[in-house]
């Protein structure tokens, strides 16, 4: 839940698959923090503004789907927070309309409203680079989460569309370093080969 929330605060790692979870002690325990306080901040919520505690649970609920102990799904993918971000984005806009309100915080909120505009829309047209193709994507997605087999599987085939075999069989040999046991890769290397 904090990994999101992490996205909701500054996208700064973004990547199809999120498999890099290797935190620092200190890093898990303030995960962890912020996730009790998030829970802390719905019960609050609950009791006193009921609109913003069904967009928190919303947030939340959205959410339950992937989050499962049987690994059917990926743990973290922007593509799963979409419709929950929905409740996040509500519950910033209440934060900064209240801001805005008062005589003495209005400046404090439309600055704060500039600066947010600002920088989501500069991290969207530098994400959408990644997206403009799909070998753009792969690219981007290993450089985020280098310890996925998938990852450079599909850098392989990147490799292999182009021509470059040497690079290609690379990142199929690292997609079996990372998992010996992912078959993909090593029928894409075979056929390299």
Request: glycine share 6%.
């Amino acid at each position: 839940i904090a990994t999101y929330l992490h996205l909701y605060v500054w996208p700064d790692s973004l990547t199809l698959y999120h498999s890099d979870f290797d935190l620092s002690a200190p890093a898990k325990i303030i995960y962890i923090l912020v996730t009790l306080l998030l829970f802390g901040f719905g019960i609050y919520l609950f009791k006193r503004n009921k609109v913003l505690a069904f967009w928190l649970g919303f947030f939340l609920i959205t959410l339950l789907t992937t989050m499962n102990p049987f690994g059917l799904s990926w743990l973290v993918a922007e593509r799963y927070a979409y419709l929950g971000s929905v409740g996040v984005f509500f519950i910033w806009g209440y934060a900064i309309s209240s801001l805005t309100e008062h005589k003495k915080l209005q400046t404090l909120g439309y600055l704060l409203f500039a600066i947010f505009l600002v920088a989501f829309s500069v991290r969207t047209i530098s994400r959408n680079n990644d997206w403009r193709t799909q070998d753009n994507l792969w690219f981007a997605t290993a450089k985020t989460s280098p310890s996925d087999p998938k990852t450079h599987n599909n850098v392989g085939d990147v490799y292999a569309r182009r021509g470059d075999l040497d690079k290609a069989a690379e990142a199929f040999t690292q997609a079996i370093k990372v998992n010996p046991r992912y078959p993909d890769a090593y029928h894409n290397l075979d056929n390299i080969y």
